[in-house]
């Protein structure tokens, strides 16, 4: 949607540029999401060398001659550290955010140690599982993502992963509550599978070269509105939902409706999604009366 937005502002028609820049910035999620969970194992790090600076300092007090490791023992701060298919990841992409902006990692560390939930979870120096998973919950949720310093370092780094970091965030904080002592951490793949990736370079060309065909569909049902004063973001939800309608027959009706809906709360006008649902319904209705929509598979329709 924002692609297609995009090619319109810019009167572009030049189809596999715009193309290949919406892959791109759909793969660049992959950067951000394993920005964000290397965010855990350098602050681990960050930690590890406090403690050990601190504990040789020529006047170490007691303390810090004999420190609380509760943090730096958190057994799934320990274990993504440890992870086999986080750091494969992360040197295949190249991810070395932190190693030039530390800054930043030990701004988030600084945060965690001024916390009460860090005060509470270092009251004791015993570690157990699900005190340190709930933790790292926590920390991550309440301290790491919603960070101004670092949102505004991602947003800087990246102008599309401003939409990005929130789906990125609540997958990452879904991982975190699934982790279990024995069970592997895996990182997540961009794509379901091939198929799930060809679908977003056929909706985006589908939709696009056809965008008359797809917009008379839809012109004579909206009798109150001139074309022209439909929200931009309205026609083209309405656009890509046709699309879907017509082309994609293993898209349940259903799931593309929710879905456009969905997109137009999150970017057109307070009321886009009722006009839209409007009109969607009574296509489907029309469509389905002339035999237009043809659904393989079983609860489709």
Known sequence: MQSIYAMHQKNSEELEKEEKFLLQS?????????????????????EI???????????????????????INNAVLQHLEDNNSLSIALEKRKINNWS?????????????KQSDLYAKYMSTRQNTFEEDKQFVIDV?????????????????????????????????QKQLKQVSEKGEFRVVKLYKDEEDKEFVGNLFRKTVLNEIELAKEYIDKTPNWDADRIAEIDTIILKMAICEFLKFPSIPIK???NEYLEIAKEYSTPKSSIFINGILDNLVKEFQT???IKKAGRGLL
């Open 49 to 71: 060398v406090f403690l050990e600076a601190s504990s040789k300092k020529h006047l170490a007090t007691a303390e810090e001659k004999n420190p609380n490791y509760k943090f």
């Open 255 to 257: 799931v593309t409706i």
């Open 140 to 172: 991550f949720t309440d301290l790491i993502a919603p960070n101004e310093k670092l949102y505004e370092y991602l947003e800087d780094n990246k102008l599309t992963w401003t939409d990005d970091i929130p789906v990125v965030n609540t997958q990452i």
């Open 290 to 292: 002339e035999d237009k």
């Open 26 to 46: 759909i793969d660049n999620i992959q950067d951000l999401y394993l920005i964000m969970l290397s965010t855990l194992t350098e602050i681990r790090k960050k």
């Open 100 to 112: 030039l902006n530390d800054d930043y990692i030990l701004i988030l560390l600084n945060d965690i």
